[in-house]
């Protein structure tokens, strides 16, 4: 631990303690609730915008484009200027960026506060969380954490419900500003409350910068063009493209004396295996906030709000998975939870293509429920497996490239739902030309790979994590 490091411990007070999880909590509830909203808001911003729907995802990909490109950097910013310091202008970056969103008046101008925005949120939650994993020791890292991730659970449901509120009774501009008391709370309390950690030795691996962030550049466009086109070439071409820029990032980081992101995480098994689980298993867990409100609106016919109403006890039920993680992961150990943890969640979505077409939609609430219930305990469980075993030195660089990842895995996720859906839907004799049908059929696909990916933490050890149990 650096001498610098050792400057910003100092300064933790039990306010600190109590205080953090929730300013990072405050960051992750707005980054989330403003990536969902927008998707129940694209049509009404495209009527008031005098655009097209279809060239309103513009929006989204200049947001995810940003975030792809300099998540990577939030580590060495950290280092370099102070977790506190860049903390507060992530929040500063992102609220401005609200604020210019809700003035833009044609969608170039929409789309530049997008990126103003994705630079802002590019670093807020990463550094957030860097600074909770420096400030509580192993033992009690899981309880702080376990408190901060629950609005990435809660902001999918509440964004489609909210959003569709808000266009249906104010107005779009509505979705933007919300952002604003928000972001305004996290500055004032991370003002007072936020360590500022940095490091005294600092060398930023330009190179393995830029072939990085070219990659994940180039993996997301792949994502985006693979979640809304039917021709295959390109999308396989920048998928190679980014896939041998990994390659190059690779042959870099092998001789360079200190890359970005050093080789020698991946020796750490937790890691190892917390990066490839969190990947696996968000392909389907990602997938279910967009397809079941599609379904809802597509194929029953229903509103925007309804389908929002749906999905919502989710977020209810995620609560009381936080309130549980804790002592199933001190009884049954992370190996268990995870992999059992995998496998139920794989069955619950599966179980989603149970109801024919002229089911209730009702059906779908107890299920969606008890899934709110897992998926709060698998986020908690991933999260935390990740950075288990990670030397202080290297917790920078390790909590970037967790955060990367997920972003990556979300994507992934979204992008491959879509695709099965497509592939489903272009299949009449399938599925008998009932659309609702290649939503079943999508369903089934999406658990089925949930739950094979629950085989990938039977890597752990069964005292894997041990560490991170609370006294």
């Not at 309880?143 to 249906?168: R, T």
């Not at 501009?173 to 309390?189: A, K, Q, S, T, V």
């Amino acid at each position: 631990m650096s001498e610098a490091t050792n400057k910003g411990s100092a300064e933790i007070t039990v306010s600190t303690k109590k205080l953090l999880p929730i300013i990072l909590a405050t960051a992750i509830f707005m980054q989330m609730l403003d990536s969902t909203i927008l998707n129940t808001s694209l049509p009404a911003i495209a009527r008031d915008l005098n655009e097209s729907p279809l060239n309103m995802q513009n929006a989204i990909i200049s947001y995810v484009l940003t975030l792809a490109v300099f998540m990577p950097v939030s580590g060495f910013l950290a280092d370099k200027f102070g977790t506190r310091k860049v903390f507060i202008f992530s929040l500063i970056l992102f609220s401005l960026g609200s604020l210019f969103c809700s003035m833009a008046e044609n969608l170039a101008q929409l789309v530049v506060a997008r990126m103003i925005q994705g630079v802002g949120g590019s670093l807020m939650t990463p550094v957030g969380k860097l600074a909770l994993i420096r400030t509580f020791p192993k033992n009690e890292l899981l309880k702080a954490m376990n408190f901060a991730i629950i609005p990435a659970l809660i902001g999918p449901v509440l964004g489609p419900l909210v959003g569709g509120y808000m266009v249906d009774y104010l107005s779009w501009h509505w979705i933007f500003l919300i952002n604003l008391p928000i972001g305004l709370l996290g500055i004032i309390l991370s003002i007072k409350y936020m360590p500022d950690y940095r490091s005294a030795i600092i060398d930023f691996d330009l190179k393995g910068f830029l072939i990085f962030a070219a990659s994940s550049l180039l993996l997301s466009i792949a994502l985006e063009l693979f979640g809304n086109t039917v021709h295959v070439t390109p999308v396989l071409v920048v998928f190679s493209a980014g896939f041998l820029m990994l390659y190059f990032y690779y042959r870099h980081a092998s001789t360079d004396n200190n890359p970005i992101f050093p080789l020698n995480l991946f020796r750490v098994r937790t890691f190892r295996v917390g990066i490839l689980g969190n990947l696996a298993t968000r392909l389907g867990i990602s997938a279910i906030p967009l397809l079941l409100p599609m379904m809802i609106q597509i194929a029953y016919g229903r509103s925007a709000v309804t389908s929002g109403w749906i999905v919502a006890p989710m977020a209810i039920t995620a609560m009381f998975g936080k309130s549980a993680v804790i002592r199933i992961l001190n009884k049954f150990g992370y190996r268990t939870t995870l992999m059992t943890n995998t496998f139920i969640i794989g069955l619950l979505i599966c179980s989603m293509s149970i109801p024919a077409a002229h089911a209730s939609i009702y059906w779908y609430m107890p299920i969606i429920a008890v899934l709110g219930f897992f998926n709060s305990i698998q986020f908690t469980a991933m999260n935390t497996i990740s950075i288990a075993d990670l030397r202080q030195y290297h917790t920078s660089s390790g909590n970037s490239l967790v955060s990367v990842n997920q972003q990556l895995a979300i994507g992934f996720g979204v992008a491959f739902g879509l695709i099965v859906l497509k592939i489903f839907q272009g299949d009449e004799k399938l599925i008998q030309n009932e659309i609702h049908n290649a939503f079943r059929y999508t369903f089934l696909v999406v658990g089925l790979l949930t739950f094979l990916s629950g085989l990938i933490f039977r890597r752990l050890h069964f005292k894997d994590g041990d560490n991170m149990k609370s006294d």
